[in-house]
């Protein structure tokens, strides 16, 4: 047999996993029993001591052990893909014509077919196996080969050939196949001449792989047809559960129904001594020792696979899935505020009435049993009259399902203000199925989908304010309504009146600008500006701190420091605002004390309860 | 047929799962075909136009439509609940002797047994049914029928009964049953006199049931053996996937292979026309329709079945597993820092190499593939000599396997200060598990596992800047160094020197209670102080809000208000530290306003710079 040609990919050598591996494949290759299979006289020859284990995961990690870069035939293991490119060339009704899904108590090489249908069992016993081999694309021996190979290649992430010894040798003996075919040629199973689907049958099974390999193309089953180290796609998804399924009753011929019970992960053998097993979404798993049992497993593959399934915990039904982890937490709108800085007046109408919003952290992947369980508990928020913001930020994934249950939950809002919103939903990445599915929809969707968690809450709190009579920008202007000078005589205020300069900003005008020189401080009269971090963004948009309305000043720091502006400041909409002179307020303390030194109290007292605010809120965040 | 007895859970009327039920059974019970099962005289009565669709959730919320509080009889549907018990009360290797885990292609009522081990091919069809019955403890009839009936009560979360009409019927023309029983007698696979095992039998198969029931019932296998409405165990959680194998591989007689090939879920099919499945981790489906398919499956059964299975996405191996996920984000420490409050001086050093510590936010279960990519990362972090914090706050379960590897990843620690660590570990709580692996093992766990991520990344931050040659509270005292007393001049400290007082306190002592009036503050000299809310508590432990050390200040908010003190102050150690009167302070201001304004000042810069990086955070966690 040639030199392995190992998979280039790191293998890792240390670390809790590659010790489990050693210590398993130490005592896995002492096992005896079971005999190298002698009926291609090519495979006798295999040496019995050898022995390789290997583990691909989801994510193209490696580990290896023992012989695991020893070459050898695929045989057998090559049905279940083979079986996944009939139905992506033909589709699941043409080949069941063909080819049935019943597992069979017959061994491999059964002649016996289905005798309600005629067709072979299912496509792991060889007479279902020749019948799909028939599907392989090509108008000659050389283009089959061809297409053959390049379905193994993607499957294992690197070229693979034939071993040309070991196909001629199953050419010259496989008189049974050669049987087999003819019958399901006489019962119009396959069509074309038996010898020309013999050979590619047999030289499918003669594909020279090595454990690292095998491991890989159970790991691209496992990672719904993508192979893992190369990302490019080898089988469609749609039906790796087909090709899982069979191997989970069928795949370990006469043995399926013991192994399904005790190991319990869809797996494949093959007579030259390898099993290649595929956990959905976790590994692929291989192992290769060429000594094999009665049913023609290998016997130290059935061990280690046995060990690994229970040791691991990967048995099928043995599942992690838990919906109860779906809502990550809930928070109510009066302890998390939207970036909004309110006024006093506002402050006490949120205090009072702001934990009807409700935020709804959703994590993990949204699938039925997800859904559902978030769907029900957002149903009830809703039914107590709350104002319910799914924050679906966490959600790396939506199945179909879920997105059309969560698309009927926003649709049937009744008339009025949405009590579903929904955050984080723009048009690409993980949730596009579900924006899909809700643009699809009748319902006007303003005011129920919001590119930030931030901008649903405030609207949720302008709603609120709204209902209790008080419009967010209706306050009236004058300097004793502005926080920063409170307990300040009207002698005083008047004092700082002959400081202050009329300003009108348009929508997008910037106000201050990072790195400026710090002169002036500001009050609104009129109209929003938002405080934002210069250059940074998330999503394409400016990273906001905070937002100030009416009432509210900014710039403060100004007083102090006569350095440098830490933020921009951008005008949202048109805004009137008065502009007090740092050098006129300081020529104003330096006659009157009291003055400066309560406004500083003022600020200090402001950013304290900001600060008391903010570490509310790391509390409420870091949880 | 006794008037339903309803079941007493809440009921979902409406909402997108309510009305998808709806609609299916709207078209569901319009489907024609099958015939009512004849071969019990008692069954043949049943009206063909029933049709009741239920599903039950892990968390015992349930969906009914149609007539789902009709009661009918288990029969067949029985099986995996006894052979369940069985399970439990012998064990898998006693029972596996008696009856064998293969399917068969056989119907049913198959007299044949396996001619290897003379059992009965599985125990779905009836002669390993019947095996299995003979296991149901008891010493006289009247025993066993309640130990069955306590079984399916449990199961059922009410109090089930027979149909004794049905038992009298099944009884008296069961001599099919009768020749299995008789034949397996002969055989050694039953022992006791086969008219007792089948009066047992033909009971189990006479309990009467709703589709809520069932539905429930699948319900429990789905959640692990705990029955979701009750709490209470029904089966042991290690038998559970045993169970499901069967009803996977066997479970709808001869055409289980294109039943796990399409629908592909584990249930079980009864002759009077129910059909219950379980989905792991997810929910109970129960359909019940009289009239039956040439197999023995309700034809529309099998059709709401195919539906559901394929619209909610439920295939066994369309699995929504993606370990992807498992971390849920990364922080450094640079960003984020421990609530202890720093130097100057420190809080250089932690700017320059906090990045050195990486706290990794883990998320969702711990199992074999999601731990395998949590390990490999905190590997590689380590390995590029950072200092890991895993914070398993968001880790709902562990399984065997993911704890026995994350305590190898500590135990295998190299000599020196632990590189990982892992936060959020209480002795009980979900991880117990993971806690107890730990303790099992030899390595020394001091600086590996924290109450909080907030000690651990402490910890890690005195490690670092006892590295730069600092120990954190080495700072030598003097007024110069204290933060708020920048930008004065020696002489101007000297004046202020004259208002301090030296203060001690002993560790646990409360230097400042919250409610207070305040009206001094306190520079620290020598040990460690924490803000703490008072009265909140988290975990049994009070809330600290910050911590701080030699050269900060605290209770600085005196100098403003006059007010009352908004949180406790509580020393960590024997605290050595100075407290400045207000009223001198003011009274030096009124003769040296600059000294006030430039304290004034230097407090603002402090509360601002605190309040930065609190947004800093803020918008670190909110991600």
Redesign the interface.
């Known amino acids: 047999m040639d030199a392995a040609i190992f998979n280039t990919q790191p293998v890792s050598a240390d ?3 590659a ?2 591996l050693s210590d398993l494949h130490f005592r896995i290759s002492r096992l005896g029993g079971g005999n190298v299979a002698s009926y291609i006289p090519e495979l006798a020859k295999a040496d019995p001591n050898l022995c390789g284990i290997a583990i691909a ?3 193209g ?1 490696i580990y290896a052990v023992g012989d695991a870069d020893h070459a050898f035939t695929i045989q057998s293991v090559s049905k279940p893909f083979v079986y996944g490119y009939a139905l992506a060339r033909y589709g699941r009704e043409t080949v069941l014509q063909r080819v ?6 017959e061994a491999f090489n059964s002649i016996v077919l289905d005798d309600k249908h005629n067709r072979p069992f ?1 496509p792991m016993v060889n007479a279902g196996a020749i019948a799909v081999a028939e599907t392989i694309r090509g108008k000659s021996d050389d283009e089959r080969v061809a297409n053959m190979l390049d379905l193994f290649s993607r499957l294992a992430g690197r070229q693979l050939d034939i071993d040309e010894a070991v196909f001629r040798s199953e050419r010259d003996t496989g008189h049974r196949n050669r049987a087999i075919a003819y019958m399901m040629l006489n019962t119009g199973m396959i069509r074309r001449p038996p010898e020309e689907i013999l050979d590619i049958y047999f030289r499918q099974c003669a594909v020279k792989v090595t454990c690292v390999d095998l491991a890989v193309m159970g790991a691209t089953l496992a990672n719904k047809g993508i192979n893992p180290l190369t990302g490019q796609r080898a089988l469609p998804e749609e039906y ?3 090709i ?3 191997m ?2 069928c795949g370990m011929y ?1 043995y ?3 192994w ?2 005790e190991v ?1 992960i ?1 797996a494949k053998s093959g007579v030259a001594g390898s099993i290649m097993a595929a ?5 692929g798993i291989a192992v290769f020792s060429p000594p094999i049992d009665e049913h023609g497993n290998s016997v130290r593959g059935v061990a280690a696979c046995r060990e690994i399934a229970h ?15 779906v809502i ?1 937490r809930e928070l109510d709108g009066a302890s998390v505020r939207s970036k909004r800085l309110r006024s006093p007046v506002e402050r006490q109408i949120l205090d009072e009435h702001g934990a009807r919003n409700r935020i709804v952290e959703v ?3 949204l ?3 997800s859904a ?2 978030l ?2 508990r957002a ?1 009830e928020l809703a039914a107590e009259g709350a104002q319910v913001v799914l924050d679906l ?2 959600v ?2 939506i ?3 879920a997105a ?2 969560l698309a ?2 926003i649709d ?1 809002g009744e008339a009025g203000p949405p009590a579903i919103l929904l955050a984080y939903l723009p048009p690409d990445g993980p949730l596009a199925r579900l924006r899909a599915e809700l643009e699809a929809g009748e319902t006007d969707l303003s005011g129920a989908i919001f590119a930030t ?1 931030d901008e649903a809450l405030e609207w949720c709190e302008n709603l609120i304010i709204a209902q209790q009579g008080r419009s967010p920008d209706m306050t009236r202007f004058s300097l004793s309504g502005i926080a920063i000078f409170r307990n300040l005589s009207a002698e005083d205020l008047k004092r700082l009146e002959a400081a202050a300069r009329p300003l009108m900003f348009e929508a997008g005008a910037t106000i201050i600008r990072e790195g400026d020189a710090a002169r002036v401080f500001f009050a609104i009269a009129r109209g929003t500006v938002a405080v934002q971090l210069a250059g940074a963004t998330e999503g394409g948009r400016p ?1 906001r ?1 905070a937002m100030m309305g009416p009432g509210l000043t900014f710039g403060e ?1 100004a ?3 006569g350095g440098k502006r ?1 933020a921009d400041v951008v005008a949202l909409e048109r805004v009137v605002c008065y502009g007090f002179a740092i050098e006129t307020l300081h020529e104003i ?1 330096r006659e009157h ?1 009291h003055i ?2 309560t406004i ?2 003022n ?3 402001d ?2 309860e ?3 605010r ?2 509310d ?3 409420a ?3």
Chains 1, 2 share one sequence.
Do not use: C, W
Not at 279 to 283: D, F, T, V, W
Not at 311 to 325: A, I, N, P
């Open positions: 670390g809790p996993i010790d489990y995961t989801t994510d990690k049935g899904v019943e597992p069979t108590g299912n790796i559960p087909d899982l399924t069979v989970n009753s006469n399926a129904g013991q399904s019970y319990g869809p956990i959905p979404g976790q590994i040791d691991f915990g990967l048995h099928v039904f043995k599942t992690s899935v838990s919906t109860s982890t990550r994590q993990g992947p699938y039925f049993g559902e369980r769907i029900r149903r930020r966490r790396p994934s199945d179909e399902t059309k249950l009927r939950l049937a968690r990273i701190v720091m007083l102090f420091d830490s303390g004390p400066l030194t500083y109290a600020v200090v007292r950013f304290s900001r600060l008391r903010a570490n809120e790391i509390r965040l870091e949880y």
